[in-house]
């Protein structure tokens, strides 16, 4: 069985910084392309940051030179950090990932959420 379990949200003032991870957990598992979504009180989910297998990465363009994306494969582990907050940034962060399980076809999986609240 898979689980993405998301760590690191929080309240933090404008212009602060957050680092958010995100660990696949399960055996045998290959994971391709990861990605962190967020979703704002009132609004759709939107894609915010995304990492291929070989580490390309690609960003919305309201995060780009602020976020950055990262991810450690030995550690089935996705990062995203987040510098210069701004107060729309405050949304729940959700982690991505397709991911095969003991050699079977890949699947998405979502994780459940974590709090990210930039406030003064």
């Known amino acids: 069985q898979v689980q993405l379990v998301e760590s690191g949200g929080g309240l933090v003032q404008p212009g602060g910084s957050l680092r958010l991870s995100c660990a696949a957990s399960?055996?045998?598992?290959?994971?391709?392309?990861m990605a962190w979504y967020r979703q704002a009180p009132g609004k759709q989910r939107e894609l915010v940051a995304v990492i291929s297998s070989s580490g390309s990465t690609s960003y919305t363009s309201s995060v780009k030179g602020r976020f950055t994306i990262s991810r450690d494969n030995a550690k089935n582990t996705v990062y995203l950090q987040m510098n210069s907050l701004k107060l729309e940034d405050t949304a729940v962060y959700y982690c991505?990932?397709?991911?095969?399980?003991?050699?079977?076809?890949?699947?998405?999986?979502w994780g459940q959420g974590t709090q990210v609240t930039v406030s003064s």
């Open positions: 991505n990932a397709d991911i095969s399980y003991m050699y079977t076809t890949y699947k998405n999986y």
């Open positions: 399960g055996s045998t598992l290959r994971i391709n392309t």
